[in-house]
């Protein structure tokens, strides 16, 4: 891949890049063809990762104040703006992702790194009024080692949210990128050694999940984790943080709704609708995967997502289409296996893959899917692949019930005129984040981001995220 400036086969270690006596291949998406290697990090390399990280604590990295701290993010962020470019080119070919989508993912890179190098210096603790003769505050203090295993789907922006926020409260971090696409992940590390990060406060070992991933998870020298991933990969690391005793940060994704009610204003609703589910060819956490439509409005709403559905057109990253091709093949055939289970829906209508789409790419037409029950296996489970599926219900009591029937609970939203029935579903909807007449969850560093129930716990983005990597200690003097 001509964009790489560096050689990606290799891991970051206490500020030495070094190869490993494994590599795995990466494939472009687009194309099906192997585009470049990188290293496949194991047990080894983990180890050597925490013992480099808990040093770069004890040495240089922990001796800057936060202040410093906030300047070296600051420069990352403004390196990475200037690489926008190329980090977009990279990411499109090893995501599939289309290079606008890509340039956005640089862009918010770079702001959560802006964001957090900002804040480093602005979380302050409290003076607690206690018993006369006692002075009583708090001091917010690193964890200490924190591991960041990454998905794949949008690489660059959960590093910033993660290892940004990580790094500005003063620990040092281990990621593990996912094998799928780890290159914008090294493309990170390596800025941050030129942004003048000391040497292991960012390391980085690429590798299968269930060798370097779990070699991370389980390792007893690291003092939180932050995941996003799948249920039942999440489930494992919980337990490994069990197991040590060690705070956990949960991302796994949703089934989330978008309510639009008989007075919502439909032509500011549609491209939200569409795009939140057609997004990264939905394969987004966020993903508005159910859109749940009051019955008088909603012949109209499918006839209108149908439209913007026929015009969607599929095709290579790099091309630029309004959806790329899914990950891997092994995704393609689960989204394949979904729709396979769509007996009783009817097909509202399809997008299409371009002519001249490359026969090894993974390509799959966006499918809209209409009059599910919302018991439907498809209106149920995530299936991370550009498929909606359009639900009536008929009063707000209804509308609620299946918004919240399932067992995730990332993001929500409500479309609807009335401020008052904006205010109740707010507070009804079992969510992490609620939106009223718009959805973004991808879009808005500073809002804090995060699920209930098997969507995960704990909270990324925002200020929130400081407190979630940071630890709480509380000074009591008695001076009499
Ligand atoms: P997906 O199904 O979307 O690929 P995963 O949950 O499998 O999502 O992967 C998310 C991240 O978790 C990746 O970096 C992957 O390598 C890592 N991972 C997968 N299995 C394990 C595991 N057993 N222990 C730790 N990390 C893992």
């Known amino acids: 891949m001509k964009e790489l400036w560096f ?3 290799r891991v970051l270690i206490g500020g030495d890049w070094a190869a490993t006596e494994a590599v795995l291949p990466v494939e472009d998406p687009s194309t099906g063809a192997g585009v470049a290697e990188i290293a496949r990090g194991g047990a080894a390399e983990i180890d050597a990762a925490v013992e480099a990280a808990r040093k770069a604590l004890a040495g240089a990295w922990g001796a800057l104040d936060a202040t410093e701290r906030g300047r070296l993010l600051a420069r990352l962020g403004r390196l990475v703006e200037e690489r926008a470019e ?3 080119r990279i990411e499109a070919q090893d995501v599939g992702k289309p290079l606008k989508q890509a340039r956005a993912g640089a862009l918010a890179l770079a702001r959560y790194l802006e964001f957090y190098g900002g804040a480093a210096d602005k979380l302050m603790g409290e003076t607690i009024p206690y018993r006369v003769g006692y002075t009583v505050y708090t001091l917010r203090e690193p964890h ?5 295993i990454i998905p794949w789907n949008y690489p660059m922006q959960i590093i910033g949210r993660s290892v940004g926020a990580a790094l500005a409260m003063g620990n040092a971090c281990v990621i593990k990128p996912a094998e799928e696409a780890s290159l914008t992940a090294l493309a990170f590390a390596r800025l941050a050694q030129e942004a003048g990060f000391p040497a292991g406060a960012v390391n980085i070992v690429p590798g299968l999940g269930e060798e370097a991933g779990a070699a991370l998870a389980g390792h007893p020298g690291v003092q939180h984790i932050s995941f996003t991933g799948s249920v039942p990969v999440g489930s494992l690391i919980q337990a490994a943080a069990a197991t040590n005793v060690v705070p956990v940060t949960l991302e796994l994704g949703g089934k989330s709704p978008q309510l639009v009610f008989e007075d919502a204003d439909l032509d500011a609703a549609l491209p939200f609708l569409v795009n939140a589910g057609l ?9 508005a995967s159910r859109i749940l439509v009051a019955r008088a409005r909603y012949d109209e709403v499918v006839a209108r997502m149908a439209e913007r559905y026929r015009a969607a057109q599929v095709g290579p990253a790099l091309g630029d ?3 790329g091709p899914l990950i891997s093949g092994k995704q393609k055939s689960v989204v394949q296996g979904f729709l396979d289970r769509a007996e009783g829906l009817e097909v509202a209508a399809e997008g299409q893959v371009v002519g001249d789409a490359p026969a090894g790419g993974h390509f799959l037409a966006p499918r809209l899917l209409a009059g599910a029950g919302p018991d439907h296996v498809l209106a149920r489970e995530e299936i991370f692949g550009p498929v909606q599926v359009v639900i009536p219900f008929d009063d707000e009591d209804e509308a609620v019930a299946i918004a919240n029937g399932t067992d995730f609970g990332l993001v929500a939203s409500v479309w609807s005129a009335s401020g008052a029935r904006q205010m109740r579903l707010a507070k009804r909807l079992r969510a ?6 718009t959805y973004g969850a991808g879009g808005g560093v500073e809002l804090p981001f995060g699920g209930v129930g098997k969507s995960g716990h704990g909270r990324e983005k925002g200020f929130e995220a400081l407190y979630g990597f940071s630890v709480l200690k509380t000074v009591a003097a008695h001076h009499g």
């Open 7 to 9: 050689d990606p086969a």
């Open 432 to 437: 992490g984040q609620v939106f009223l007449n």
């Open 279 to 287: 997004q990264n060819a939905g394969q987004t956490c966020s993903a």
């Open 321 to 323: 289409h309004d959806l």
């Open 144 to 148: 200490g080692v924190t591991a960041h």
């Open 86 to 88: 190329a980090l977009a």
